[in-house]
């Protein structure tokens, strides 16, 4: 009997995996966090591909509204992870903003069922954070993980702007060199050490190819025939024979020119010895941070693997106010078709701060090309959601030279359906004080109601330069308004804080009498004429005794002002050993008892 097996039963083929849902779409997010729908512009910024792509954005058109909704909608559809997003601003407080907005909106979508989850993942695969951090921040981050690599301990030190100013002020206090073209004070030299090391940093140049640019500009301006002669030598040149007619009147000002530039030749040194400091002191300024992060990214390529894999979003805040050493930072990370998001507006830029560019969002399209070699896609908005229409209006034709002459597209901002008709107002006045008077008037007339209450509205006063805002504040405190003076500026012009100022400088530097008599003479002294006279004659005497002591030569007793001896003598030596009572100087002046008082209080409190 033959046996008969069952045939065998083919193995049963896998199921087709179930197709992911559609992505959803802006206007759909939107919706479902209860957001107002998205302008056309906004949604073709939002659902825009993961290329680079440049936003123009008019001010107040929600430029931050939107790049948080491009993050949220690149997370829905699947593009990247919340930790794969890094955006970069310039403050920490729209740092903070942005990543507020961009938090709260993945966890409202997470809760709506709004995310995308792959097969196999864990329930947390999107429970990650985007990174958004200022540009100085993302700058420190690269130095302190690689900048072993160029002689750089990652413990290495921030200075904040005081600490680099004392470290500057040593250098230049201790400076021995030739600086017979530099004609300044010690604190605005130490101001220009600091600047031209920024400017430096913030331009990837060193100080060596800043002294051949120099020096080959002084040598064409002496080979001017108004400059001066051939064989003319210093940094002011020589009288040299004028070429032509006229030409005379203008040598002194080529000479003047070129003693500027040989000044400036003579700072550098001390920016190098100031550079040399702070690497003994391990220390780093902001400018360092960046500079040395961009020459990381041009030479080390595993950083850049590694940044890239680390950030497939990049957002970039207030575009056009980046430097050089920021731009060649960035495209060193993220060129080549990475997804780079720029946002900026040509007409609300800083340029030369920092080394700004106005050429900047020009250059974007060209610098950051798609993944295909074409420039990058450009996108606008231009929807304002801040003012009403009549300020639009008045906005708009102010601007409209610089939209005729910018190079970048930057259309004309348009009111928001809802906005109201607005009204703006110019007048013109006499005095600051007449204007401000005007100013006061005005807003108190919008913050109370007719019936006294407050009206529940905020109102800000710009000021052309910080001189305005004390009398501004006063006219506003007159009229019964509240008033917060914004902005370190005004508060260093406060009388209490410009005293306390004045307090430190006289503590840490004793030689600083002109801070003394601002205490002297202030409102917490008083000192008059007569008692000021009779201090400045009893330090001069302190001084005398001292240098009879020592050895030195004593002036005349009766020389009431000497030159030499005032630059060497200190009002602050002369508080902490105030005359005996009864003194009297050889013009028979003595302090009076007020004053004596008031001086042992001040010399008490330093």
């Given at each position: 009997m033959r046996s008969t097996s069952a045939p065998a039963t083919e193995p049963a083929s896998p199921s087709p995996p179930a197709p992911s849902p559609p992505a959803p779409s802006a206007l759909q997010i939107a919706r479902a966090l209860g957001q107002p729908d998205p302008t056309p512009e906004q949604q073709a910024v939002i659902e825009a591909p993961l290329q680079p792509l440049l936003v123009v954005a008019g001010a107040g058109s929600g430029k931050t509204e939107t790049m948080a909704a491009r993050v949220v909608w690149l997370v829905a559809a699947g593009q990247v992870r919340p930790e794969q997003v890094l955006g970069l601003t310039f403050t920490r407080k729209a740092a903070g903003e942005l990543s507020e907005r961009i938090r709260a909106r993945l966890r409202r979508l997470r809760s709506a069922g709004l995310l995308p989850r792959a097969a196999g993942t864990a329930a947390d695969d999107?429970?990650?954070?985007?990174?958004v951090c200022t540009y100085h921040a993302f700058a420190g981050?690269?130095?302190r993980e690689h900048g072993l690599r160029l002689g750089v301990e990652p413990d290495a030190r921030l200075v904040s702007q005081a600490a680099a100013w004392q470290l500057a002020s040593e250098v230049v206090a201790a400076w021995d060199g030739p600086m017979g073209s530099v004609e300044y004070a010690?604190?605005?030299v130490t101001a220009a050490v600091l600047d031209l090391a920024g400017q430096c940093a913030e331009h990837l140049v060193d100080t060596e190819r800043i002294d051949d640019l120099l020096a080959s500009r002084i040598e064409r301006l002496l080979a001017l025939p108004y400059g001066g002669s051939a064989g003319s030598t210093g940094s002011a040149?020589?009288?040299?024979?004028?070429?032509?007619?006229?030409?005379?009147?203008?040598?002194?000002?080529?000479?003047d020119l070129v003693t500027r530039l040989e000044a400036r030749r003579q700072l550098l040194p001390v920016v190098q010895a100031y550079r040399r400091l702070k690497r003994e002191r391990d220390s780093l300024d902001f400018g360092d941070q960046v500079a040395l992060a961009a020459e990381l990214a041009a030479s080390v390529p595993q950083l850049v693997a590694a940044e890239r894999l680390r950030a497939r979003a990049v957002l970039l805040d207030e575009y056009q106010d980046t430097s050089h050493a920021q731009l060649v930072l960035l495209h060193a990370l993220f060129g080549d078709g990475h997804g780079v998001s720029a946002v900026g507006?040509?007409?609300?830029?800083?340029?030369?701060?920092?080394?700004?560019?106005?050429g900047t969002l020009q250059r974007f399209a060209e610098r950051f090309r798609d993944t295909s070699g074409q420039p990058a896609r450009a996108l606008a908005?231009?929807?304002?959601?801040?003012?009403d229409r009549g300020v639009l209006d008045a906005a708009n034709a102010v601007a409209a030279p610089l939209h005729a002459q910018s190079r970048v597209f930057a259309p004309l901002l348009s009111p928001r359906p809802t906005a109201a008709a607005g009204r703006v107002l110019v007048r013109s006045f006499e005095t600051v004080e007449d204007e401000a008077r005007a100013i006061a008037e005005h807003l108190g007339a919008l913050w109370w109601d007719a019936s006294g209450a407050h009206a529940q509205v905020s109102a800000a006063v710009l000021c052309r330069k910080r001189s305005q805002f004390e009398v501004i504040e006063a006219a506003l405190r007159e009229r019964g308004l509240p008033v917060e003076v914004v902005g370190?500026?005004?508060?260093?012009?406060?009388?209490?804080?410009?005293?306390?100022?004045a307090a430190l400088h006289v503590v840490h530097d004793p030689t600083r009498g002109d801070r003394l008599m601002r205490l002297l003479t202030g409102a917490g002294v008083r000192l008059g004429p007569r008692d000021l006279m009779a201090f400045g004659s009893w330090s001069r005497e302190l001084h005398r005794r001292h240098a009879g002591r020592s050895g030195g030569v004593e002036p005349a007793p009766d020389a009431d002002v000497v030159v030499d001896e005032v630059d060497e003598s200190s009002l602050v030596e002369a508080l902490d050993d105030l005359p005996p009572p009864g003194w009297r100087d050889a013009q028979g002046r003595s302090l009076s008892a007020a004053g004596a008082r008031r001086l042992a209080a001040l010399a008490a409190t330093m």
């Open positions: 999107l429970e990650g954070e985007a990174t981050r690269i130095v010690v604190s605005t040149g020589s009288a040299g024979s004028v070429g032509r007619s006229g030409s005379s009147a203008l040598r002194p000002k080529v000479r507006d040509p007409h609300q830029s800083i340029y030369g701060w920092r080394g700004a560019s106005a908005l231009s929807t304002s959601w801040r003012n370190l500026g005004g508060l260093l012009t406060t009388p209490e804080v410009s005293d306390l100022l």
